[in-house]
Each structure stands twice: as C-alpha cells, then as structure tokens.
C-alpha cells in the first residue's frame, strides 16, 4: 500500500484547506484512516481518524469542530477539511492506514502505513 497525501499550502489564519490522501496498491476500504502532524520540534500528534466500517469519526480536542475527516471507498482517498485554522495549526501533515483494521486510535503505532507528508503553514 502506497499513500499520497497532498492539498498543504499556506493560508491565513481563519482559513481553509482541504487535504487529501490517495491510496494506491490495496483498497483502504476495511481500514480505518488516521490524520497525524508534527511540527518543527514537536512529537507527531494525533488530529483526527475515521472508522471503514461505520464511517464514525474521531478528533483530536484542538481540532474538534474546526476539522472534518471524511473518506470516499469507491476512490480509495481520505480528506480532512480544514476551517477556521489557526497559527497552531502549521505542520507536516500525515496520513495513515490502520495497522488493525477498523480499530481507531490515537496512538501512530497503531498505523503500519503512511503517506510522505504535505506542509501546512498558516500564517497570522
């Protein structure tokens, strides 16, 4: 399994990005999906993930009601929406397939696979 994650940049803080990431070689479809970031001189952090069998979704308190993570099967691709940013929000992002299934969590050594990682830097 392959994944791509893209759609980073630079945005104003209040902003909106919309990150995708695209899964190539095996269907994502009976994975649950994480988003990760990590900042310069920082630990990757959780941000969000989202079940493949329910759809159900999970987020980290930072991002709650700011961020939206969703997946679209058919296109083997996960999204996280991303409103309202803010200055903390500037990261490497990553996307990551479950190493367990469905099982969500927060933890990254959960996730076997990951995507290389798209910037985001919002600006204040």
């Known amino acids: 399994v392959q994944l791509q994650a893209f759609g980073g940049g630079l945005v104003e803080a209040g902003g909106s990005l919309r990150l995708s990431c695209a899964a190539s070689?095996?269907?994502?479809?009976?994975?649950?999906m994480g988003w990760f970031r990590q900042a310069p001189g920082k630990e990757r952090e959780f941000v969000a993930a989202?079940?493949?069998?329910?759809?159900?979704?999970y987020y980290a308190d930072s991002v709650k009601g700011r961020f939206t993570v969703s997946r679209d099967n058919a296109k083997n691709t996960g999204f996280l929406q991303m409103k309202s940013t803010q200055p903390e929000d500037t990261a490497v992002y990553y996307c990551?397939?479950?190493?367990?299934?469905?099982?969500?969590?927060?933890?990254?050594?959960?996730?076997?696979?990951w995507g290389q990682g798209t910037q985001v830097t919002v600006s204040s």
């Open positions: 070689g095996r269907t994502l479809s009976s994975y649950a």
């Open positions: 990551a397939r479950s190493r367990y299934g469905s099982l969500l969590s927060v933890s990254p050594h959960y996730y076997d696979y």
């Open positions: 989202i079940r493949s069998s329910d759809g159900s979704t």
